[in-house]
């Protein structure tokens, strides 16, 4: 069966440090990635997503970057963290782009 | 622009009080809705998959139906385990991620 792992669970960091999260599916291959941050009283906001190694695709501009340096291998990423990069992630994997997607359990970021 | 919107915000339910979450969504061409638990500080669980008008799909107290805008949860009968936000997501043709709703957070009180 297919698991997603995610970590760490909780992350406090101070403004201007930088950021690296780290998210790998077991259990398939060719998956697509994705990455989501959740702000209280909000949607799920997509980040990035990847369908395949390399191919990264941005839907909001930001301070975070992402990257796919193996098949089942999603790394979210920031150089300089700002206060308003705190939240909740979630990154999550389907194996095509209109079939159900698994979440992992996320990871609270606190900036301070 | 597409958009999901999701009904009531809130919902507080005695427990065996049946009722329905809603989902409206404006998407030309939907390839797909889903609905996920979430329980707090935890990634959405997934539910249910519909891919056309007219299906439905159940899975213990939760029913989830489509129509061609909007779709419903009902939850039949819950228990204090059922209290949790529920999301609902569509997939549009352009096809990328899912566009999620906001959620209803149920609490169900014994």
């Known amino acids: 069966s297919q698991t997603i792992h995610q970590w760490p669970a909780t992350l406090v960091q101070p403004v201007g440090s930088p950021l690296s999260l780290e998210c790998t599916v077991e259990?398939?291959?060719?998956?697509?990635l994705y990455w989501y941050r959740q702000a209280a009283g909000r949607g799920l906001q997509l980040l990035f997503y990847?369908?395949?190694?390399?191919?990264i695709s941005s839907e909001v501009p930001q301070n975070l970057s992402a990257s796919r340096p193996q098949d089942r291998q999603f790394i979210l990423s920031s150089k300089k963290l700002l206060l308003s990069d705190s939240g909740f992630y979630l990154c999550?994997?389907?194996?095509?782009?209109?079939?159900?997607?698994?979440f992992g359990q996320g990871t609270r970021l606190t900036v301070v | 622009e597409d958009q999901v919107t999701q009904s009531p915000e809130a919902l507080r339910l005695q427990e065996g009080e049946s009722s329905s979450l809603n989902c409206s969504y404006t998407?030309?061409?939907?390839?797909?809705l889903f609905w996920y638990r979430q329980d707090p500080g935890k990634g959405p669980e997934f539910l249910f998959t519909?891919?056309?008008a007219g299906e439905e799909k159940e899975k213990e107290r939760l029913k989830a139906t489509l129509t061609k805008k909007e779709s419903f949860l009902h939850i039949t009968a819950p228990k204090p385990e059922d209290s949790a936000t529920y999301l609902c997501?569509?997939?549009?043709?352009?096809?990328?991620?899912?566009?999620f709703g906001k959620g209803t957070t149920l609490s169900v009180s014994s």
């Open positions: 519909l891919y056309s």
């Open positions: 999550a994997w389907s194996q095509d782009t209109n079939t159900e997607a698994f």
């Open positions: 259990g398939t291959s060719n998956p697509n």
């Open positions: 990847s369908v395949g190694i390399g191919q």
């Open positions: 997501a569509v997939q549009a043709p352009a096809g990328t991620a899912l566009i």
């Open positions: 998407v030309s061409g939907l390839r797909g």
